[in-house]
């Protein structure tokens, strides 16, 4: 995203949200146990291979193609304005107990991995710190939340 554009979301009614800016959509987090719960944590590999991997063996929101994003896209959804969730406001509604991504969106302040390696030390990978939208590099084994996005321009 260009420095000084917001994004502009549309909630699909499916447990999805799409970035209109960037065409890219992203998965709701909930408070429910589910797959899509905000409070699971995965290893780097976990992250595709149950939490990618899950969503596309269910066709989440009639898709399959769901995957992990790299740093720029999932810093794309960072809002610099907010803090602890750093993220719009599409992206954390009406989190409370219980509630599924069909009737709120979640997102912990913590460190969410991307797909993208850590160049200079790879058995690091890049993550986002919704906490104030920092970037840090986490140890592969590490745990972080995911949250899994689709398509782009």
């Not at 998965?27 to 991997?53: G, N, P």
């Not at 304005?81 to 954390?92: D, R």
């Not at 107990?97 to 009737?103: F, G, P, Q």
Request: aromatic share 10%; charged share 15%; net charge negative.
């Amino acid at each position: 995203m260009e420095a000084g554009l917001t994004g502009a979301y549309t909630d699909n009614g499916d447990g999805t949200i799409t970035d209109t800016r960037t065409g890219l959509t992203w998965e709701k987090l909930s408070d429910d146990d589910s797959v899509h719960d905000q409070d699971d944590t995965y290893t780097w590999d976990d992250a595709f291979a149950f939490k990618v991997a899950a969503l596309n063996g269910m066709t989440f929101a009639g898709h399959t193609d769901w995957r992990v994003p790299n740093v720029n896209e999932l810093q794309s959804i960072a809002s610099y304005g907010a803090v602890s969730p750093a993220v719009s406001a599409a992206l954390s509604t009406a989190c409370v107990a219980d509630c599924t991504v069909l009737t709120c969106s979640c997102t912990p302040a913590s460190n969410f991995w991307s797909s993208t390696t850590n160049q200079d030390n790879p058995i690091g990978a890049w993550s986002v710190g919704f906490a104030d939208g920092s970037v840090y590099p986490f140890s592969k084994i590490s745990e972080n939340s995911v949250r899994a996005v689709r398509g782009g321009s």
